[in-house]
């Protein structure tokens, strides 16, 4: 006769002999993205090459030099991130409408391209900590007194047609004329010859423009919330972030980034990577 606490031991001691069976016939950790035999991080050390997505349209992230070689801020990051992995670097052009899509179709193990990190981003690539950040500031000719917005009151602002700059002054509401240009240089370029008094446009490429035109200055403020720009990886493969967050904790704490930044900006990062909560 089995009486019932036999039962219920038969019962637990069959349940556990076929999870040990299971177990057995099942590799732990030998599929599903970011196991160690999928990792990005062993392809790139198994094949010596790292393929980095950079944007060579966008000076001075990176751009083509006279030698038709690339060059910029990001370029000279991934140049470092290939040289500490010991592998060869692979750059790989691609603009801003298809990161994500080089990404998820594994054409780049990793894209350094300005890439700003936000929810709807998220939910199709994975971003690293943010390695530079943007915010939204004017950009005046030194002779026009203009420090802030507040004294735009009555001035012309240019923005550029089908960015999101002109949005951003209207809800402002503040008493400014608004003049469209085709692209950031046609905006510039007017700023300079005095047709508009001011523009709206990223901190990183004004600082560039102001090195560029020494009658140019950038205003201290950032009326914009700032944007964090991170490296985008493909979703799941936690080693290769891991790493590569690894990475961009070395050049920061060693300060490599912030003067790689003054290379190419003329000006120390104007703000903390780590937002002020």
């Known amino acids: 006769m089995t009486f019932v606490g036999d039962k219920a031991r038969l019962a637990c001691l069959i349940a556990v002999a076929g999870l040990l069976a299971l177990a057995g016939c099942t590799r732990i950790g030998s599929t599903g993205q970011g196991s160690p035999e999928e990792s990005t991080l062993k392809a790139v050390l198994q094949r010596g090459t790292l393929r980095v997505g950079e944007c060579l349209s966008s000076a001075p992230f990176g751009f083509y030099d006279k030698s038709g070689n690339p060059d910029g801020y990001d370029v000279d990051i991934a140049k470092e991130l290939a040289s500490r992995m010991g592998v060869k670097l692979e750059e790989i052009n691609i603009t801003g409408a298809n990161r994500i899509l080089n990404i998820q179709t594994n054409k780049v193990d990793v894209v350094i391209c300005n890439f700003t990190r936000n929810m709807e981003r998220a939910k199709e690539v994975a971003f690293t900590h943010p390695y530079v950040v943007a915010g939204q500031a004017l950009i005046v000719r030194k002779s026009s007194g203009i420090k802030s917005l507040k004294d735009m009151s009555g001035h012309t602002i240019a923005t550029v047609k089908g960015s999101t700059n ?61 944007q964090y720009n ?27 980034n912030a003067r790689l930044y003054n290379k190419w900006f003329g000006v120390d990062p104007r703000f903390p990577l780590n937002p002020q909560y």
């Not at 503040?174 to 001011?198: F, H, P, R, W």
């Open 166 to 226: 002109g949005d951003e002054v209207r809800s402002l509401n503040t008493q400014m004329k608004i003049q469209e240009y085709d692209n950031s240089l046609a905006a510039i370029l007017a700023v300079k010859q005095g047709q508009v008094d001011a523009m709206l446009e990223d901190t990183n490429f004004l600082a560039y423009q102001a090195k560029l035109n020494p009658e140019l200055t950038v205003t201290d403020e950032a009326p914009i919330p700032l």
């Open 230 to 256: 991170g490296f985008g990886v493909r979703q799941g493969d936690q080693i290769w972030l891991n790493y590569l967050n690894e990475f961009l904790f070395e050049i920061n704490a060693s300060k490599l």
